[in-house]
């Protein structure tokens, strides 16, 4: 492939409308359950009747509707409905489609072949809250900051189309149109390159468990879309093992692909995978990444990351000649519940499950998951199967992120609810522990903003959601009053998605730069001691003690014996200790008396030392 057409990129689908080469455009929509499928033409208002075989396709090729055209389906002669593949939709989900073009953009990142999996430092960011622009420009034009703070990665919540200007993005409903409150494709592309450009990775949270209610057509012309067995939390599950299954397995591999290769995107975090049901083999979890692998994984580092409540190590298998796993890493929710309760004492929900603490924060920092088929009595079954032969780079680790902070009633971040050293003590384990950090947008300068749950639905459905925000929290004993419930925030009322907007004059300020200096140093230290470390993806041997309730020491012996080792007491009370041995090695970051004759550790205090390499 030459290198003008590689720096021209299309996924191309066997759906949607695609603007061919010859100057046609073909458009195809699956619509069993249609009696008939027009396509209508906005821009010209004219429909076309569209041909159909005998497993539901409807198609029409024509010269009329180039790049920029206004399109729609029209079923059984009058619901107009928009392309289920839509590339772009700027009037919302209930308006027309647009034809995109995607060869017309010239992408300058031909070099660009991605990051090895110790170089990542994720950020995740909700593009709507992380700027005052709320846009893909937005976040592109402050880049330099998280490039100057030692992130590598930065990871976008869904960007798929939702209903209104306002969501979290879990309930899109056209996972191919780039929100258009956002920006247009163009802008999204243009953000990648400007990432690529100052040696930023780019991921994606992608939905494929579910799809949301509102702008949600597919029942009325294709229902076999949904499954009629399973169900979600959220909404209809899809259909990955019932009749018609193979049109969805299909529609969300593409989906994978698309955003990899036309967007030139480097990896994706599937959500809640533990929700997609699919008896069938291949697991469609599979079939997907096969497909990556053998397609954008052959020519440079693509990475896909899950988020599984099941904690099924078998999906991060370093298997065959290449020890290639089928997924890069996981969430570890084990990592962060296990931090979240030693930092606030918190135990309801699930985390009841990590009582006492410390034993749950130690195994997850040496072996992946906590729970490696144990008993969750919270979950109430057998949970997780065992991690402890993976490397540390199968794990992301986190004090925050979007889920922990928005599902909680008032949206509080860790720095509203511990102590400020006891977050510093909480962050310096995170950044510096092998398993892969990630930081949550604005927690770099302890941003006081709360991430609300916020969300722009029409009709029925916004009144549903503010009521059941507020039932779902009846259970907590703060909440149980109907008075005291009034207290959460309406995630439909526009000021509650204005709180969440983050205040980018808080990091020239006191101590927003303090923090952010702490921060920087940190990953500074990560980047020069312990990636390395990580090269090659070793999987170390690894050993902890218990030194109190609160107090520990852990150790990590890579190959040719080179030893990273940790002693931490997160907690108030002061612990003692015989201080620093010879074997140790070389301190690479203390928080606390520094120096080689401590023998105490004082409250919040962690201490990191490495061994150089046997001779």
Not at 276 to 302: F, N
Request: charged residues 25%; glycine residues 8%.
């Amino acid at each position: 492939m030459s290198a003008q057409v590689a720096l021209r990129r299309a996924h191309r689908m066997p759906f949607g409308a695609e603007a061919r080469d010859d100057g046609t455009t073909r458009f195809r929509l699956w619509a069993p359950a249609a009696r008939s499928v027009e396509l209508w033409l906005a821009d010209r208002e004219q429909g076309f009747a569209m041909s159909r075989d005998a497993t539901g396709w409807a198609e029409w090729v024509t010269r009329d509707a180039a790049a920029g055209a206004r399109y729609s389906f029209r079923i059984d002669g009058d619901l107009l409905v928009p392309d289920p593949a839509s590339r772009f939709q700027p009037d919302d989900v209930h308006g027309a489609s647009e034809v995109v073009g995607p060869l017309d953009y010239a992408w300058s990142d031909g070099d660009w072949r991605g990051l090895p999996p110790e170089r990542l430092v994720f950020y995740e960011i909700h593009v709507g809250t992380f700027s005052p622009e709320g846009t893909f420009a937005g976040l592109a034009d402050r880049l330099d900051h998280l490039v100057s703070l030692g992130v590598t990665a930065v990871e976008l919540m869904p960007v798929s189309d939702f209903p209104g200007r306002r969501g979290w993005g879990y309930d899109g409903v056209l996972p191919f149109a780039p929100e258009s409150s956002y920006g247009r494709p163009e802008t999204l592309k243009a953000l990648v390159e400007a990432c690529h450009a100052r040696g930023l990775a780019v991921f994606l949270d992608v939905v494929y468990n579910h799809f949301g209610p509102e702008g949600n057509y597919l029942h009325r012309y294709a229902p076999a879309f949904f499954s009629r067995a399973h169900k979600t939390p959220w909404g209809d599950a899809l259909n990955f093992d019932e009749p018609g299954c193979e049109v969805v397995r299909s529609f969300v591999v593409h989906n994978a692909l698309y955003w990899l290769e036309e967007f030139h995107l480097d990896g994706l975090r599937l959500d809640a995978v533990h929700a997609i049901a699919d008896s069938s083999a291949p697991h469609v979890l599979g079939e997907l990444a096969r497909a990556v692998a053998e397609g954008p994984g052959r020519d440079r580092l693509v990475h896909l990351v899950l988020e599984n409540d099941g904690n099924e190590s078998r999906y991060l298998a370093r298997a065959g000649e290449d020890k290639r796993p089928l997924y890069q890493a996981q969430w570890n929710d084990d990592l962060h519940h296990a931090l979240h309760t030693l930092l606030t004492g918190e135990r309801d929900g699930y985390y009841a499950d990590y009582q006492p603490p410390l034993p749950h924060l130690a195994r997850a920092l040496g072996e992946g998951f906590a729970f490696q088929g144990e008993w969750s009595p919270y979950r109430g079954r057998v949970r997780g199967e065992s991690s402890a032969a993976l490397p540390p780079t199968a794990f992301v680790g986190f004090l925050q992120n979007h889920d922990q902070i928005g599902n909680r009633a008032l949206g509080e971040r860790i720095t509203a609810l511990a102590p400020a050293e006891a977050v510093r003590a909480a962050t310096a384990v995170l950044l510096l522990a092998p398993p892969l950090p990630l930081l949550f947008m604005g927690q770099e300068w302890a941003a006081p903003e709360p991430f609300l749950f916020f969300s722009e639905l029409g009709g029925d459905f916004g009144a549903a959601v503010s009521e059941g925000r507020r039932r779902e929290f009846a259970r907590f004993p703060e909440f149980a009053g109907p008075r005291a419930r009034m207290r959460i925030p309406d995630p439909q009322d526009e000021r509650t998605f204005a709180r969440s907007v983050l205040d980018w004059r808080r990091t020239a300020r006191t101590p927003g730069r303090e923090w952010i200096d702490f921060h920087r140093t940190l990953l500074d230290v990560r980047s020069r001691d312990i990636m390395p470390l990580l090269s090659g993806e070793p999987v170390p041997e690894t050993r902890w003690a218990l030194l109190a309730e609160t107090a520990l020491e852990a150790t990590w012996t890579f190959p040719e014996q080179r030893v990273l080792r940790l002693i931490a007491n997160l907690g108030a009370a002061p612990v003692r200790h015989g201080g620093p041995q010879p074997d140790w090695g070389r301190a690479i970051y203390a928080l606390g008396p520094g120096g080689p004759a401590w023998t105490e550790l004082v409250p919040w205090s962690v201490y990191w030392y490495v061994s150089e390499a046997s001779r």
